[in-house]
């Protein structure tokens, strides 16, 4: 599984884009993204997957370049309900089982 | 939208105690999963599930856990004789998981297991 990095923490205000980016320089071809958002003392809670490209929901963006050697997630417009912990995984979808492996992941303080 | 259900939310044993927590994953799902959470750590993976039988258990998953599906819902984590250092936030997970296709993992909201 690839590896990926994410900066520890990021401080925003209300309202305002938030972008997140994750490395993951050793991506493999079978490889997908996905991000999780995790609130204290909750289960990580699927926010958007993709695998090139652009994917848009009605929550955030995620932006992959061509080489996918990084992806970007994009929060618009955030509020003080976004403060969470956000996680950056690869996942391979021929691996059957299909655990996921968490980093640290990026805690997001949102203040008014 | 369909959930990953959790009993209890917060259970309290004395060590050396057996324990068992309990998820029932979404219905149509096919393989389920076990993490736990360390105050303030990341989120491990300790087992996954399939076919009523582990298809994958961390280093973590050692002989004091086990897993089970006893019916067509639950699924069930024992640990058989915690220790301190089992304290932790057990979450459960489910997926659909079609062959090649890409999909989520569902989360439910975690049992808080103090050990004392």
């Known amino acids: 599984l690839a590896k990926t990095t994410q900066p520890i923490s990021m401080d925003s205000y209300e309202g305002q884009e938030v972008n997140i980016t994750c490395s993951h320089n050793n991506i493999a071809t079978n490889d997908y993204i996905t991000w999780y958002q995790q609130f204290p003392s909750q289960g990580p809670r699927f926010i958007i997957q993709?695998?090139?490209t652009k994917v848009t929901n009605e929550v955030a963006s995620l932006f992959i370049p061509a080489d996918r050697k990084s992806s970007t997630l994009s929060l618009p417009r955030v509020s003080l309900s976004d403060t969470a912990v956000y996680y950056c995984l690869v996942e391979d979808l021929r691996n059957q089982g299909g655990k996921l492996i968490f980093g640290q992941g990026t805690e997001l303080s949102v203040k008014p | 939208e369909p959930e990953v259900t959790q009993t209890p939310s917060h259970q309290v044993t004395q060590m050396g105690q057996e324990v068992i927590l309990r998820c029932v994953p979404i219905?149509?799902?096919?393989?389920f999963y076990w993490y736990r959470q360390i105050l303030g750590q990341k989120v491990e993976f300790l087992v996954s599930f399939y076919n009523n039988e582990i298809s994958e258990k961390s280093e973590i998953f050692d002989d004091q856990f086990s897993v089970e599906r006893p019916d067509g819902s639950n699924f069930t984590l024992k640990i058989r004789s915690t220790k301190l250092e089992d304290s932790a936030m057990y979450f459960c997970?489910?997926?659909?998981?079609?062959?090649?296709?890409?999909?989520?993992?569902?989360f439910g909201p975690g049992t808080r297991l103090t050990v004392l």
């Open positions: 993709g695998y090139k």
């Open positions: 997970a489910s997926r659909l998981r079609l062959a090649g296709s890409a999909d989520t993992q569902y």
């Open positions: 219905s149509n799902h096919l393989y």
